[in-house]
């Protein structure tokens, strides 16, 4: 199993080339490899959704997929959320720690993924919207309930943001 | 002596509280919605290896032979650690009552599925997977041990051979004239009820990094560690080390609720590092194997229960007989559970006798752990569920057959039959309010209306106490000994005036950080920001305990109190000299600033007086120590020993909650959906409310998992049915109920700040308030459920039985 396959990604703006083992999935490739740690993993079967970034734009299991296949693709983790300059957060880690979205914490940077993509197609979710969008993230500390606030506050921000339509 | 606290956020030294109490968004959150907080699997220390664990697919079998020489013949692999190198090595396990455990990997026998035969140590995850493969293993298959009936069957075959018998503890609490009430009852209401397993599974499964010094035999263990300390000491035991030998270094935690660290995988870990010369191993569990074995499993109990009433409906006597399984050992602690409804049997009435028959026996199912709640969740489920029960059989409203049980305020503290004291409370008031918030009289129209139409819709009125702050006492009567609860805190200034306060144990979502935080900053007047709540590895904290028993939150207040108290006392001492030597009495620390009493614009500012201690000695009073520093150490009060019956005050705070829950159950499916969820809750003082709601809230979401989805399935031969969450299930946004909640406050008059232990939270109530509507919407039909999960299908074939489903 030592065949190793040249994979290039494309992970918050920067570009990584390496030599990867095909059975490395992407969720272990960031993590360990890349050493973005901010990804986490949950159950590696594809349940919970604690591993979830985006590819090219949309949310993916990144413990489903292989690093392999993401090569020639753009992978966002919550690394590339915030300002790198001045740390500043974005609008939905913001809102998160606001609204008190989060526990402990650990299936938080899915949340805030998954969020980050449906706000990008929907300014204005109503609770349906938000359950539809986070129905694959499981969260064992909240309740969900914060979750939802934290969802409807970043995206209330981030319309009076880009100002009236 | 015992210290003087201040007994209410309005007695700081503030003239303004701006933190406690208030909803304070937490120091801990910037770093975890950036996704840098520093969980284990981030940890990569130089030359780090990576471990895999072989586990028995057997559930009781001999093992014969272990051959491990392909897999360690095989590139990559570093070290294989064999039963023989744990013989050699290692102790058997501390359990509790002890004399039921056995070796990190099985020696002679295997006893569970997925218990631990050999581990791996490999350049790579991947590598060790690989090499598990290799390994060779003979067992010799033995008859299972399925359930906790088959355990005390006549020609059972026998888990612990030098035991004789699969019974761990039999006994019989009694309280009260018992035989007595029930005799001159005018009603008695009797039922049968079954728990079947379900468990915490924090979305972060245990995690640790040992390394092993192999100059001085030391340890060092990194790790999600729920209570630190402890683990170390029993690392200590199990694995032949001196206790200060062992260091243990917790991370921050992706949720616990029970017994968040891993015995089996700390000392694997660490044995593979000490045969691999030193090289740190690295054993992250993945999720099968942390529904497997891993500690995520929890009380499989059968009960048969009786309440004796009064033809009034006043409860006399309550009866419980427990059958528990502990699956395999008693390695962790899950007899904990049996003990701890003591802390609360009888709930929030009045009962004058209780008697509580006890059985814990081993099977060869996976050992069971604590889950949030410990004991009392399934224990509430029995008495909340004969409550309603009885209040069927007399014709009583649910909200009123509790009423009239009430402990009355005025009755505080009051001492229940088990034992335990309840500090305050104001059970009616709770009940009030929350049957107004609910709107109950329109919620039982609404029911009316739908019942009149044939659908299933039931509410329910449960309530239950839950114990907050337990001690050492708690659990003494099932063997657990020498559990200190000891929680210190260390807070200093820097030259600057900045805080900085050292704990014992690290985050695991409750937000305990920001307790502390708010407490210092409120305490010395400075803005939250400048006061650091870190984590100390166990070699460099004051004694602490750590996350268990609803009790961090109190603790962590106690102790962030008493250093804050500690250090003012040497501020005045050093303003007192400063302004002239006036004596400690004259100075008063108030917004920040050491003032003199007869003349308040004299004085210096905090940072002001540990800049002076630290960079001036000659301004200090003679002997005073350049060191504005004060390490406190919390315990509660009070505690005493168990008597005979188990009798003694183990938990310091009794918190309540009162749910209204309206569901309808499909007579299609049996799927139950929650209509509409109400809670009104009094925990003391909320620290910060919005950590008081979430620990709320979230405690509902298991609850509901506990009542109608999450199951450890197992077969006729102890074979685990249930290894991922494709079968385990959790609830997810769409199953759980955004519930509407409310609460009153009645301070706590014994601990600093009035406020309850509240972790736990509605984890005790949610489970039984589900069942009990459940119940309610079944009425009519005359079938009652009492098992749980009341999953669709268990529900369908019930009314199946009866020819109501459709
Ligand atoms: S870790 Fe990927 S879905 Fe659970
Ligand atoms: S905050 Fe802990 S799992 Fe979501």
Redesign the pocket.
């Known amino acids: 199993m030592t065949t190793r396959q040249r994979t290039r990604v494309t992970v918050n703006g920067r570009v990584y080339e390496r030599e990867v083992e095909p059975r490395v999935t992407l969720a272990d490739f960031l993590r360990h490899d890349l050493h973005l740690g901010g990804t986490h993993v949950g159950c590696e079967h594809g349940i919970c959704g604690v591993c979830t970034v985006l590819i090219d734009g949309l949310p993916a299991r990144s413990c489903l997929t292989l690093a392999v296949q993401a090569d020639g693709m753009e992978v966002t983790t919550i690394e590339g959320l915030r300002d790198p300059e001045t740390g500043k957060l974005h609008p939905v880690q913001q809102a998160f720690v606001d609204a008190h979205g989060?526990?402990?914490?650990?299936?938080?940077p899915a949340f805030i993924m998954s969020t980050v993509e449906l706000l990008r197609d929907n300014p204005d979710p109503d609770d349906e919207a938000i359950k539809e969008a986070l129905g694959g993230n499981l969260?064992?500390?909240?309740g969900y309930e914060t979750i939802i606030a934290s969802v409807r506050l970043a995206a209330r921000r981030l319309r009076e943001q880009s100002g009236p339509a | 002596m015992a210290r003087e606290f201040p007994r209410l956020p309005e007695e700081l030294p503030t003239s303004a509280v701006r933190y406690v109490g208030k909803e304070v968004r937490r120091v801990e959150d910037p770093a975890l919605v950036s996704g840098s907080a520093p969980f284990i699997d981030n940890l990569q220390l130089p030359g780090m290896l990576h471990c895999a664990i072989l586990r028995s697919p057997h559930a009781h079998a001999r093992v014969l032979k272990v051959d491990a020489s392909a897999a360690e013949a095989l590139e990559g692999v570093v070290a294989v650690l064999t039963p023989d190198d744990v013989k050699r090595w290692a102790n058997a396990h501390v359990t509790s009552p002890p004399g039921w455990g056995t070796h990190c990997i099985a020696i002679d026998k295997v006893i569970y599925v997925g218990e631990p035969v050999a581990a791996v140590a490999a350049t790579s995850r991947h590598v060790a997977e690989d090499a598990i493969e290799l390994i060779d293993v003979d067992y010799e298959v033995l008859p299972a041990v399925a359930s906790a009936p088959a355990a005390i069957a006549p020609d059972a075959p026998v888990l612990f051979e030098e035991h004789g018998t699969n019974v761990i503890q039999k006994r019989v609490y009694t309280w009260g004239e018992v035989d007595r009430v029930f005799r001159e009852a005018d009603h008695v209401v009797t039922a049968s009820f079954r728990w079947n397993r379900c468990g915490a599974n924090?979305?972060e499964t245990f995690g640790c990094v040992c390394q092993w010094d192999l100059t001085d035999n030391s340890l060092v263990c990194h790790g999600s560690y729920q209570v630190p300390g402890f683990w170390g000491l029993a690392r200590s035991f199990s694995l032949n080390l001196p206790a200060n030998k062992v260091k243990v270094v917790s991370h921050p935690m992706?949720?616990g609720f029970g017994g968040k660290g891993g015995a089996r995988g700390t000392d694997i870990a660490a044995l593979l590092s000490r045969k691999a010369g030193g090289l740190p191993v690295k054993y992250i569990e993945d999720r099968m194997e942390c529904l497997l074995a891993g500690g995520s499993q929890s009380w499989d109990r059968r009960y048969e229960a009786s309440l004796a009433l009064k033809a009034d409906g006043t409860i006399t006597g309550f009866d419980v007989k427990l059958l528990d399984d502990q699956g395999a050992t008693t390695e962790t602690y899950g007899t904990i559970s049996v003990a701890k409804p003591l802390a609360a049997f009888t709930g929030n009435y009045r009962i004058e006798a209780a008697r509580y028959d006890t059985t814990l026996v081993v099977t060869n199912r996976a050992p069971v752990a604590p889950y949030r709640g410990y004991g009392p969740p399934p224990h509430f489920l029995v008495l909340e569920n004969l409550v309603d029960m009885a209040a069927r059989k007399l014709a009583l409203d649910p909200a009123d057959i509790r009423r009239r049980n009430y402990i009355r305020p005025e009755q505080f503290p009051y001492t229940i039959p088990s034992g335990n004291e309840y500090d305050s409370g104001d059970y009616e008031a709770v009940l009030d309010k929350v049957l107004k918030l609910a709107d109950y009289a329109a919620l039982r129209k609404e029911q009316a209306a739908a019942r009149a139409e044939g659908r299933l819709v039931g509410i329910s009125v449960v309530n239950t106490v839950e114990p907050g702050v337990f001690d050492w006492n708690a659990y003494a009567t099932v063997g657990v000994q020498g559990v200190g609860v000891p929680e210190g805190a260390r807070v200093s200034f820097d030259v600057l005036g900045n805080i900085t306060i050292v704990v014992g144990f690290n985050l695991q979502?409750q937000g305990q950080f920001t307790v502390a935080a708010q407490v210092a900053a409120d305490y010395f007047g400075v803005d939250i920001t400048s006061v650091k709540v870190t984590t100390a590895a166990t070699d460099a904290t004051p004694p602490h305990f750590g996350q268990g028993g609803s009790r961090v939150g109190v603790a962590i207040t106690g102790a962030v109190l008493g250093a804050c108290q500690k250090l003012e006392a040497d501020f005045k001492r050093v303003v007192g000299h400063i302004m002239g030597g006036l004596p400690p009495d004259a100075i008063e620390l108030m917004d920040g600033r050491l003032r003199v009493k007869a003349n308040p614009a004299m004085g210096m500012t905090v940072a002001e007086v540990a800049g002076t201690m630290l960079g001036r000695s000659d301004l200090l009073p003679p002997g005073m120590e350049p060191n504005p520093t004060a390490t406190s150490v919390w315990t509660a009060p009070g505690r005493n020993m168990p008597d005979e019956e188990g009798r003694c005050r183990s938990y310091l705070t009794a918190a309540t909650a009162t749910h209204v829950v309206m569901v309808e159950v499909d007579r299609g499916t049996g799927h139950t959906s929650i209509l509409k969820y109400f809670i009104v809750d009094d925990c003391g003082t909320r620290l910060n409310p919005a950590s008081v709601e979430g620990q709320l809230q979230g405690a509902v979401a298991q609850g509901v998992g506990a009542a109608l989805l999450e199951e450890y399935v197992y077969d006729d031969g102890a074979n685990p049915l249930v290894t991922t969450f494709v079968d385990y299930l959790m609830p997810s946004i769409h199953e759980v109920p955004i519930t509407r909640r409310d609460h009153i406050v009645t301070p706590s008059p014994v601990t600093p700040l009035g406020a309850k232990g509240c972790g736990e939270g509605a984890m005790h109530t949610t489970p039984a308030a589900i069942t009990c509507a459940i119940n309610d919407a079944l009425a009519p039909l005359g079938i009652e459920m009492t098992e749980t999960p009341a999953t669709a299908q268990r529900v369908w074939m019930r009314l199946k039985e009866v020819g109501a489903a459709r």
């Open positions: 989060l526990q402990c914490g650990f299936c938080t969260c064992r500390c909240t | 924090p979305t992706g949720g979502g």
